[in-house]
Nanobody, 120 residues
Framework: QVQLVESGGGWVQAGGSLRLSCAPS????MGWFRQAAGKEREFVAA????????YYADSMKGRFTISRDNAKNTVYLQMNSLKPEDTAVYYC?????????????????WGQGTQVTVSS
């Protein structure tokens, strides 16, 4: 298991922005997922080991950006134009394969999550 440290969650008004950070103990392909109360876990974005490839859920395209700083082994999720329906606990996850994937079963280690609340 890879230990993950997530940060950056909080409260923001609709239309605002937040940046989430995830710092694993190494360099891995990474994913961001979210889970709202009473709903299933939902894929948000993923990035390959190298950072050259990234993927997004359709509802996040154009608003969210995943990136990485390999010198710090840190992955970021920049969230802009936030909506109340973005309110959820956001989780980062890692996998040992190099390619990005949207399947949560392909991720072996998960962070504890950070709460994002968007007010209307």
């Amino acid at each position: 298991q890879v230990q993950l440290v997530e940060s950056g969650g909080g409260w923001v008004q609709a239309g605002g922005s937040l940046r989430l950070s995830c710092a694993p103990s190494g360099r891995y392909a990474m994913g961001w997922f979210r889970q709202a109360a009473g709903k299933e876990r939902e894929f948000v974005a993923a990035i390959s080991w190298s950072g050259s490839s990234s993927y997004y859920a359709d509802s996040m395209k154009g608003r969210f950006t995943i990136s990485r700083d390999n010198a710090k082994n840190t992955v970021y999720l920049q969230m802009n134009s936030l909506k109340p329906e973005d309110t959820a606990v956001y989780y980062c996850a890692v996998r040992t394969e190099q390619a990005a994937t949207s399947n949560p079963a392909d991720f072996g280690s998960w962070g504890q999550g950070t709460q994002v609340t968007v007010s209307s």
